[in-house]
């Protein structure tokens, strides 16, 4: 099993279909980081820049369009997410629109909030083979992240119903 796989019994990474080949990481992806930036993993932390990327697919979280969707690297939009810490909860804020990700009524992850509060909350989860399950509040429930696809783009969610649904993240720091 390599690096990447996870044990199906513990924790699995649902944006492993056919539909989403998995990718190495591409050369356009360099040119996000300044100088010779280490492409590893980071834990989230407070005011900190991260690219929020897939461990599976390779893909980043990504503003284009207005839409929250997840993309190959070097694909065009806004990939820079500033992570902001509030009473223990982490909330990601888009570098370029200065807006946080949040979720709309159903459930469908969107970037249009202007402070950090209980409709943008994060809670991150580490696996045991590495990366992170990110988890949404849904009222008094922890929903973690999961692919949506929506008119060809995959779109993301706070649908999950358990933390083995959960696409597994790596946080590459930026600044």
Same mark, same amino acid.
């Given at each position: 099993m390599s690096p990447n796989q996870f044990d199906s019994e513990s924790i699995s990474d649902p944006d492993d279909?056919?539909?989403y080949t998995p990718t190495t990481t591409s050369n356009t992806f360099t040119a996000d980081l300044p100088g010779n930036q280490d492409q590893s993993s980071s834990v989230p932390s407070?005011?900190?820049t991260f690219i929020i990327r897939s461990v599976s697919s390779g893909h980043v979280i990504t503003l284009l !369009? !207005?839409?929250v969707v997840l993309t190959p690297p070097g694909g065009g939009g806004s990939i820079h997410w500033a992570c902001v810490e509030t009473e223990g909860w982490l909330g990601f804020r888009n570098r370029v629109s200065n807006k946080f990700l949040c979720h709309d009524w159903k @459930? @469908?992850?969107k970037?249009?909030?202007e402070q950090h509060d209980r409709w943008r909350h994060f809670s991150i989860t580490p696996v045991p083979q590495g990366g992170y399950i990110m988890q949404m509040l849904d009222f008094s429930t922890l929903r973690p992240i999961v692919i949506k696809v929506e008119g060809g783009l995959q779109t993301l969610g706070r649908? !999950?119903?358990k933390l083995s649904d959960g696409i597994i993240w790596e946080f590459v720091r930026i600044w």
């Open positions: 279909s056919t539909i407070h005011d900190s !369009g !207005g839409q @459930g @469908g992850l970037c249009s909030a649908t !999950g119903n």
